[in-house]
Structure formats: C-alpha cells, structure tokens
C-alpha cells in the first residue's frame, strides 16, 4: 500500500489567494483526519471524516477554511482567502474502525507557506 | 480526554534502551494510553497503546503503573533513527476513532 498521499508537498502562495490542499486515504480506510502543525500551537486536529461525512469540525479555525470529502478515495482542505498565519504544515490521516486497531496513518504533510 | 504530563526533553546512547515517562494521573477508566513519534519533517507514526497491561509490540514496550496515573515507553536499544518527538496521549476507544490529542511531546535525542 502506498500510504496517505498528500499533494502538493510544498506550497508557496501570497496573501489573499486560495490554497487546496489534497489527500488521499489509504484504501478501505473509513475516517480521515485533518492536523495543522505549527510551532507556536503544535499538532491540533482541525477536523475528521467518517464515511466521507464531516463528524467534527470544532477545530476549524474559522469560515476561510473548509473541507470536503467527496468520495472514500479523496479529501480537500481549502483555505480562501489565505492569510500569512496560515503557514504551517497540514498532515492528513487516515484509520480503519472495527479492526481491532484504531490507529491513525499520517501522510508526509504539505508545507504551505503564505507570504 | 485526560491530559499528561512528559518532560520536555532526553537523550540516551545508541544501542541503550530509552525509557520515556508519562504522567496520566486524571486518567478515567476506560481511556487508553496512546504513543505516536514524529521523526523531523515526517508525519506522526503509532507506536503503541495499551490500558491497563504491559503491552510489547516489534518497535516497544509500554508499561502501565498498577495505578494507572502514569507509564513508561521503553525502546529497548535505541539507534540513531529513533531521534524524534514521542507524544503519549491518553483517549477513549469507543467510537474507536474518537480525537488525538497531541501535547508537546519529549524529545529524544540518540547520541553516537
């Protein structure tokens, strides 16, 4: 299995523009995870899906970000518009529920960089 | 979720076993106890978790007081590689999939 896939792994935009950041799960997979890491804040979850449906979101910093799962396959995190303090590195997991492990598998990350 | 208390930094010799320690003392009855690393620029990776009974897995040992209020992650012989952030976090199982909550870690420092 070739893991969580994140793309891009680098992202560098200005101030104002929106920014997509993609991942794929890990096949068979039924809940995927959203983290931002920063220095200042750390590893924080900003939401997770079950089933492709959005079961917790309180970690959404606020209305410029969203994120959507369209199929078990595929996941956006979007960020319009992007803002300076949104640079950080956003890491995308991914479990399996009901065999008997609940761990999570984190993909390489995306480093985004607003200037 | 319980919150735990690590120091926020250790190193051992390459080929000695590290033990990190884990402060849990608010810990409930039905949370477990969780170890995720993070290698520089990496995404976190599981190690292991366990709820009351030592467990041993092919990366580590975990051993859990009788108490339950703290624990300790054992690599027993650290190599260069195993440089990185440990989390221990403390969570319920039901639902399985409920939030991980990450702290700030000890960092582990191998030493030549």
């Known amino acids: 299995d070739a893991g969580v896939i994140q793309s891009p792994r680098h992202e560098v935009t200005e101030m104002g523009q929106e920014v997509t950041l993609r991942c794929k799960p890990i096949s068979g997979h039924d809940y995927l995870f959203w983290y931002r890491q920063t220095m200042m804040r750390g590893l924080e979850l900003l939401i997770y899906f079950n089933n492709n449906v959005p079961i917790d979101d309180s970690g959404m910093p606020e209305d410029r970000f969203s994120a959507k799962m369209p199929n078990a396959s595929f996941s956006t995190l979007k960020i319009q518009p992007s803002e300076p303090r949104d640079s950080a590195v956003y890491f995308c997991?991914?479990?399996?529920?009901?065999?008997?492990?609940?761990?999570?598998?984190f993909g390489p990350g995306t480093r985004l960089t607003v200037l | 979720d319980a919150k735990t208390t690590q120091p926020p930094s250790m190193d051992c010799a390459e080929g000695r076993a590290a033990n990190l320690p884990c402060n849990h003392s608010?810990?409930?009855?039905?949370?477990?106890v969780y170890w995720y690393r993070q290698i520089h620029s990496q995404g976190p990776q599981y190690i292991i978790h366990g709820l009351k009974n030592n467990e041993t897995n092919e990366m580590a040992s975990l051993i859990i007081t009788e108490d339950r209020k703290s624990s300790t992650l054992i690599l027993p012989h650290a190599t260069l590689r195993d440089t990185a952030v440990y989390y221990c976090i403390v969570r319920v199982r039901a639902g399985a999939n409920s939030k991980l909550t990450f702290g700030k870690g000890i960092t582990l420092s191998v030493r030549p």
């Open positions: 608010t810990i409930s009855g039905n949370e477990y």
């Open positions: 997991a991914s479990s399996e529920q009901g065999a008997g492990t609940d761990t999570q598998y």
